[in-house]
């Protein structure tokens, strides 16, 4: 007997990440996936953003990585929660793990959650988390071509962070390049330059994190 | 790597599905793999291969459909296929384009008996 399926390869993902999505929802929650390759800057994005918006937004964390809980320390000296959770073997977040994620946190207390993906531009693609936006990290060092490398991450995420801008007069980085890359692929996302050292273009981001909370809220 | 996590999601919609037709033993699989899916059909199979057993779809076999990437020119409308690195309108030659095939990978049918 022959049974039409049609469903997608990952819908028993896709069914935890709609739940997740209940209780974000539920709580008032505005979830943002953070992804980037490994190095592109996201823990120091993080903790930058929290640093400025700590008065203005309760901000949580989940942090995603293969192994130690080296990120969680450096984010929880800053003195919000954060969740630590080592994929192993895995190589990106999966639905199914923000569960026993969230149970450690102070749901009602929380405005902005951020998970900290894997530092992976492939495979954390393929995982609706439950976000309500994906924000994928690009840095100078990593080069101009990343988008046209990993087109399908660039061309899905919502928000495109340019990182270490500090960089720009050492690395022959084109700027301009890279903006006209995403712009082609992907013309909704917004892009952010900014610096995580020098603290530069940091309030613009911060300032859409404090617009899309709020959102939320209301 | 991450198709260990994809067949796990794969296997538990096949048994589910199996279940909900009240079917004993699945037989055959029709996976649709596209390009830009981020999957890979190899590793798939090598990951179904040890996940299947000791379930109803243990001596079921995966058939592979493999779909091309297909892109299409914001500005002009042209369809394509992706063939340098850079991806361009091979007729405009701009860099609007747009993923309209070969990014999905999704269970297209299967077979079971009852």
Not at chain 1, 141 to 148: A, Q
Not at chain 1, 197 to 210: A, R, S
Not at chain 2, 87 to 102: F, L, M, T
Request: hydrophobic residues 40%; aromatic residues 6%.
């Amino acid at each position: 007997m022959k049974i039409q399926v049609l469903k997608a390869v990952t819908s028993a993902n896709d069914a935890i990440a709609a739940k997740n999505r209940q209780i974000f929802n539920r709580n008032k929650i505005f979830v943002i996936n953070m992804m980037s390759s490994p190095g592109a800057g996201k823990t120091s994005l993080i903790i930058q953003s929290i640093k400025k918006l700590k008065k203005k937004l309760r901000i949580a964390v989940i942090e995603g990585d293969v192994a130690s809980k080296i990120d969680a320390e450096r984010i929880g000296k800053t003195g919000i929660p954060v969740v630590q959770i080592n994929v192993g073997g895995s190589c990106s977040l999966e639905a199914h793990m923000i569960g026993p994620a969230l149970d450690k946190l102070p749901l009602d207390k929380i405005d902005v959650l951020i998970i900290e993906n894997v530092g992976n531009l492939i495979c954390p693609a393929e995982f609706d988390l439950g976000e309500h936006k994906k924000v994928v990290v690009a840095s100078l060092p990593e080069g101009d071509d990343k988008p046209s490398k990993y087109p399908v991450i660039f061309s899905e995420a919502d928000v495109i962070i340019i990182n270490k801008l500090d960089l720009e007069s050492v690395l022959d980085f084109d700027i301009v390049n890279f903006r006209k890359r995403i712009e082609g692929l992907n013309p909704d996302a917004e892009i952010f330059e900014l610096s995580c050292t020098t603290g530069d273009g940091i309030n613009e981001w911060c300032n859409w994190l404090i617009k899309e909370a709020r959102k939320k809220r209301s | 790597m991450h198709e260990l996590a994809i067949t796990q999601n794969l296997l538990a919609t096949v048994l589910k599905e199996a279940k909900a037709a009240h079917a004993e033993k699945v037989t055959t699989i029709v996976l649709v793999v596209g390009e830009l899916s981020g999957a890979v059909s190899d590793c798939i199979q090598f990951y179904f291969d040890v996940l299947k057993k000791g379930t109803i779809a243990e001596t079921a076999t995966i058939e592979f459909k493999a779909v091309a990437a297909q892109l299409k020119c914001r500005d002009c409308g042209l369809k394509f296929k992706p063939e340098n690195e850079i991806w361009s309108c091979p007729e405009c030659h701009k860099q609007n384009i747009e993923i309209v095939g070969g990014r999905d990978c999704f269970i297209e049918s299967m077979e079971v008996e009852p």
